[in-house]
């Protein structure tokens, strides 16, 4: 069975915008996505369209750099990390150790938050 990450999309549109806004610091520019939840299959359903809101910025200045986005009031994913978008990384860097960057990273606010359109999605881990 293959396990799959389902989550939201950013539109290219939205993700060509915020590149412009927000300059990636590392040579692996991800910024496509917002998992919600990951080791799922193709019975998993996706989640509603939504929007969000980039509400702040991380860089761990080691090669990891994500922003932080609020879904319905809230950036608690359920499982005791954060909504965030992985926005670059440095070779040997990994998108999932944005988790472990916003865990133990002051990060900083963005303000006014950037409101973002969402789109369901599932991709292969």
Known sequence: MTRTITGWKLPPAERERLLSRFEPRYAEVVADHVTLRFG???????????SGEIIGEVDDGAGVQALI??????????DGSHYHITWSLAPGREAKESNDVLAATKWQRVHPPIDIPLSPARWSA
């Open 40 to 50: 799922t299959d193709a019975d998993t359903p996706l989640p509603d369209p939504c």
């Open 69 to 78: 986005v609020r879904i319905g009031g809230t950036t608690d994913r359920g």
